[in-house]
């Protein structure tokens, strides 16, 4: 997220004319993308650079949280109530999809035995050499081919869901190519970071070529 030349709503990811509990819950919302529980995202971004968003998350929400300064904000920047057309992620579906764990998560929950973690990050499957290679030779990841090597490493969309800390509708949308419902890129190259990393593939590799082929979709849907 490069927050230096996006207004408030952009930083929030929320429209003009959100409501007050809309507001509230894309702040929580962001707060948890960018905390450090969030191993997709520290993946990707150094702890300073996650540390000067959560900064400007915390500027922006200062705002746009209060209805006086809000309504201050709207008026200084020209924005016209009733309007849509004010920040370009306005349709991204992002409500109840991030399921990132809790910052006050108990310490007994987190604290479990070795064999049991092993287990649960472990892939059993029968190896087949042809799709291996295949594999090995793709220079374009599809959401598509992602779902085939996730079924033949027999990994349930629930196990992908539970390790990566992905909702199931997003990994639904990734594997389905469903480029209109997925969220900023910064947060899908995550997602599929993690998806990709767990499945014992190149995570850089994978998140780049998946990116490349949503945006030629892209480039289809908008004709």
């Known amino acids: 997220m490069n927050t230096s030349q996006k207004n408030y709503y952009e930083i929030l990811e929320v429209n003009v004319n959100s409501t ?15 905390n450090s529980e969030n191993s997709a995202m520290y993946s990707l971004l150094t702890k300073d650079e996650c540390e000067s968003i959560l900064s ?7 705002v746009i949280g209060s209805v006086d300064k809000k309504k201050q ?23 109840d999809d991030f399921k990132y764990q809790s910052v006050e998560t108990k310490k007994e929950s987190v604290t ?33 081919f992602l779902k085939s090597i996730r079924e033949y ?3 349930s969309i629930e196990k992908m869901s539970d390790i990566t800390r992905i909702s199931k509708t997003y990994l639904k949308h990734i594997e389905s190519d469903n480029v209109e419902k997925l ?10 970071y993690q998806y990709a990393k767990f499945l014992r593939l190149n995570p850089d590799l994978v998140a780049k070529s998946y990116l490349d082929h949503c945006q030629e979709l892209t480039k289809v849907l908008n004709g």
């Open 20 to 34: 007050s509990n809309e507001i509230n819950e894309a702040y929580t919302r962001a707060k948890n993308t960018y």
């Open 56 to 62: 400007q998350i915390e500027e922006a929400y200062s």
């Open 73 to 95: 904000y709207d008026e200084a920047k020209g924005f016209i109530v009733k309007t849509h057309t004010q920040t370009p992620q306005t349709n991204i579906e992002l409500s």
């Open 112 to 144: 479990v035995s070795k064999n049991i973690a092993t287990n649960k990050f472990s892939l059993e499957f029968t190896k087949d050499e042809e799709f291996e290679r295949q594999i090995e030779q793709c220079e374009c990841f599809t959401g598509d």
């Open 153 to 155: 490493k027999n990994v």
């Open 183 to 192: 969220p900023a890129r910064v947060y899908t190259r995550g997602f599929v």
